[in-house]
């Protein structure tokens, strides 16, 4: 899959992943399209992944599970929410985030076709490793958030 194509697939998937079952107050349809929008960003990070060869493609796991763990939690309800913020589960949920960025920021690494230079010359993963880090880091203080 070609770079340019995966990131305009990937971005609103994952922007769709941490908002829209966050939004739906039914419990089985917010499971329902947590799995569906997990799947396919696993997916196509998978693909990715494996087309070029940057990381092994068993790590694309990486990138869903902390999105996938929030929406259990909050799924789950009042008593589950109160142990995830906790620290030792802040720490935890803290290092599955740190787990997704390095699997993103791998899969924008180019191909040998992809870009022919100097990494530190490459405008486009450049911007998507600020940008991921950035919209990651604020995702993770988002679920640690309590809103009164």
Not at 43 to 71: D, H, M, N
Request: hydrophobic share 55%; glycine share 6%; charged share 10%.
């Amino acid at each position: 899959m070609k770079r340019l194509n995966f990131i305009y697939c990937i971005s609103p998937l994952t922007v769709a992943l941490n908002t829209i079952p966050g939004m739906l107050s039914d419990s089985v349809l917010r499971m329902i399209v947590t799995a569906v929008l997990a799947l396919t960003v696993w997916g196509l990070i998978w693909v990715r992944l494996y087309g070029t060869g940057k990381l092994r493609p068993e790590f694309a796991v990486l990138s869903v599970v902390p999105a996938l763990s929030y929406q259990l939690i909050l799924t789950a309800g009042g008593p589950y929410m109160a142990v995830f913020n906790t620290l030792g589960w802040q720490n935890f949920n803290f290092l599955l985030w740190l787990g997704s960025i390095f699997v993103y920021i791998r899969a924008f690494l180019p191909s040998k076709d992809e870009y022919r230079g100097r990494l530190a010359g490459d405008a486009v993963f450049i911007f998507m490793t600020t940008v991921t880090i950035i919209y990651s880091l604020s995702c993770w203080a988002a679920t640690h958030a309590v809103l009164s």
